[in-house]
T-cell receptor
Framework: AQTVTQSQPEMSVQEAETVTLSCTYDTSENNYYLFWYKQPPSRQMILVIRQEAYKQQNATENRFSVNFQKAAKSFSLKISDSQLGDTAMYFCAFMNYGGATNKLIFGTGTLLAVQP | ETGVTQSPTHLIKTRGQQVTLRCSSQSGHNTVSWYQQALGQGPQFIFQYYREEENGRGNFPPRFSGLQFPNYSSELNVNALELDDSALYLC???FGGGAGTGELFFGEGSRLTVL
């Protein structure tokens, strides 16, 4: 069974600085997706970034980038130039590619606070 | 293009009662999945509906059931409510069952409190 582990329950960063959130996962599958989702107090899960396991190049989306280490089963999220609106719970998630469902397996989350 | 909408946003029930939560999927999506998010935890997969059939289920008892309608909207029903059912219930829509791009679009959730 796949598992996702986020070892940082809470993190804090100053506005305009850079922060990295950690995630490790366990799977015997070779083809899968990895995601970072953001959940602000409004509760809606918002996709931040997605990585296909077969792609060696790390995904980037504006200020957000990942460091995907497939052999180490590590998938960290780097947020550059942190903004107050980045304050939220961040979840790392795994999805098996080509399975019967789009089932996401989530970690327990990291609460990020951006300080002014 | 309308996003995923869920109703009600909040509700309070007592132990033993039954509840129905509703979800309208995003336009063009034919797959709906439901997640339970307990306080301080990550969401847990309950089940998925694809083209009106349940095609995947997580580790939840049979008193959690669902439906998907021809317009691809969905309901989650929970019978014989227990205190531990108190949680945020999230609906997510996507396209293609398990053969899509992997991107799910979430609603804002229904907060259920069981007293």
């Amino acid at each position: 069974a796949q598992t996702v582990t986020q070892s940082q329950p809470e993190m804090s960063v100053q506005e305009a600085e850079t922060v990295t959130l950690s995630c490790t996962y366990d799977t015997s599958e070779n083809n899968y997706y990895l995601f970072w989702y953001k959940q602000p107090p409004s509760r809606q899960m918002i996709l931040v970034i997605r990585q296909e396991a077969y792609k060696q190049q790390n995904a980037t989306e504006n200020r957000f980038s990942v460091n995907f280490q497939k052999a180490a089963k590590s998938f960290s999220l780097k947020i550059s130039d942190s903004q107050l609106g980045d304050t939220a719970m961040y979840f790392c998630a795994f999805m098996n590619y080509g399975g019967a469902t789009n089932k996401l397996i989530f970690g327990t989350g990291t609460l990020l606070a951006v300080q002014p | 293009e309308t996003g995923v909408t869920q109703s009600p946003t909040h509700l309070i029930k007592t132990r033993g009662q039954q509840v129905t939560l509703r979800c309208s999927s995003q336009s063009g999506h034919n797959t709906v999945s439901w997640y339970q998010q307990a306080l301080g935890q990550g969401p847990q997969f309950i089940f998925q509906y694809y083209r009106e059939e349940e095609n995947g289920r997580g580790n939840f008892p049979p008193r959690f059931s669902g439906l998907q309608f021809p317009n691809y909207s969905s309901e989650l029903n929970v019978n014989a409510l227990e205190l531990d059912d108190s949680a945020l219930y999230l609906c997510a829509s996507s396209f293609g069952g398990g053969a899509g791009t992997g991107e799910l679009f979430f609603g804002e959730g229904s907060r259920l409190t069981v007293l």
